[in-house]
């Protein structure tokens, strides 16, 4: 608009759209139905759609348009290889991705969806290989938030057919939970056509929980609020673990990595930061960065707490993983990783 620096404009009622300048995208806080509309339409239009979902923010793209797609790699700066999981509104689209669905991912799919949890199912012969890295499977999600339905709901009545949505972080870096740590991550990437849908913090905390479904049994690849007793009391057996099998970025050793150095088991020094149950008391000296009541608690504030650790310019943060088995194995999987970077 000529001027220069920052432009703020707040619009009535509970809708606040902040618009930096005329490079940037909009954040939308809670965004209305119409607000919602339009950001379908941009993801139509091939443009790029931070959302909120239960488990973390995902950066949307169209899954069928391959200039969109490869502008999700470019912003996070991911390897093209590693695939994305598409998100539908609904169990009902999932033909249109997936082929030879097997009875016990049907049950997994009718009573997890909407939730936090992927499935890996061989593809279609339309999934195009900018989806899946190469592989002839596909990973796809059902998300449990009002704004990433209604997003998706918006989206398939204009004729799309599932949005590709990674975390919306850097490649290796930790999962953005608010949409304040999505712009922190990504924002600069981001072009005025783009947008940031504001839906407040998710309230799962860590990322879906992804079974692959190509064999047999479920196996699962990576640990989420969908448990492995979840999944066993539904359908019996499963193997826990086979990261040989499938690549996926989040099933690299080292990720979801802070700027600080991660430890954990042991208690903290003088001027590092300290990540534990409440139940625990913070070591004299120690940057208490969370106090979680309980594991529900510290999965969901984990990746807070972690940028929180950042923002101070720490350069050790220790963590105390909880015990357990369920969600504290989600984040015991997550601190180790994070301790690995
Ligand atoms: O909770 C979540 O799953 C979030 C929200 C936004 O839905 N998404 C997410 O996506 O965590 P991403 O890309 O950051 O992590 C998904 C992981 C990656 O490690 C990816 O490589 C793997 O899943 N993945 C996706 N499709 C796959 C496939 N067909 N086979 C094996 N792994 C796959
Ligand atoms: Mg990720």
């Known amino acids: 608009m000529g001027t220069s620096g ?4 707040v619009k009535e009622g509970r809708s606040k759209l902040v618009k930096w300048d005329d490079l940037r995208m ?47 790699y470019s ?33 997994l799919a009718k009573v997890f969806w909407p939730g936090p949890m992927t499935l890996i199912l061989k593809r279609n012969q339309s999934v195009q290989n900018f989806i899946t890295g190469g592989q002839d499977n596909v990973g796809v999600r059902v998300p449990a938030h009002p704004i990433a339905l209604g997003l998706l709901s918006e989206f ?24 304040k740590a999505v712009d922190i991550e990504i924002g600069a990437f981001l072009k005025s056509e783009d947008f940031i849908l504001d839906g407040g913090q998710s309230s799962v905390g860590v990322e879906s929980t992804i079974i692959d479904c190509t064999e047999s049994v479920p196996v699962i690849l990576r640990p ?21 099998k ?16 991660v430890e954990i088991g042991r208690l903290a020094n003088p001027g590092e930061g300290f990540l534990a149950l409440a139940e625990i008391p913070t070591p ?22 972690l940028r929180f650790g950042d923002q101070q310019g720490l350069d ?15 984040i015991r999987d997550r601190l180790t990783k994070a301790s690995a970077g």
Not at 45 to 61: C, I, K, Q, R
Not at 158 to 166: C, L, N, R, S, V
Request: hydrophobic residues 45%; proline residues 6%; positive net charge.
């Open 6 to 9: 920052r432009r703020v404009s």
């Open 246 to 261: 499938i690549k996926a970025s989040g099933l690299l050793e080292s990720h979801y990595s802070p700027k600080a150095k």
């Open 156 to 179: 398939e009545n204009m004729g799309g057919e599932g949005i590709a949505a990674p975390s919306a972080n850097r490649f290796r870096a930790i999962s953005p939970t608010t949409a």
């Open 284 to 305: 004299k000296g120690a940057i208490r960065l969370a106090a979680p009541v309980n594991i529900e608690k510290y999965a969901k504030d984990l990746y807070i707490a």
């Open 75 to 107: 912003v996070k700066d991911r390897p093209t290889d590693h695939p994305l999981i598409v998100h539908i509104s609904s169990i009902n689209l999932l033909q249109k991705w997936a082929l030879d669905i097997p009875e016990y991912a049907i049950k």
């Open 224 to 244: 989420g609020a969908v448990t492995s007793e979840m999944i066993e009391n539904l359908v019996g057996k499963f193997l826990v673990l086979n990261i040989n």
């Open 26 to 72: 909009e954040i939308i806080f809670n965004p209305r139905q119409n607000e919602i509309k339009m950001a379908a339409k941009a993801l139509k239009d091939g443009h790029l759609v931070a959302f909120p979902t239960e488990t973390v923010y995902g950066l949307g793209a169209d899954a069928t348009n391959i200039k969109a797609v490869s502008r999700v």
């Open 316 to 330: 050790t943060i220790v963590a105390i993983p909880p015990e357990g088995f369920g969600l504290a194995e989600a």
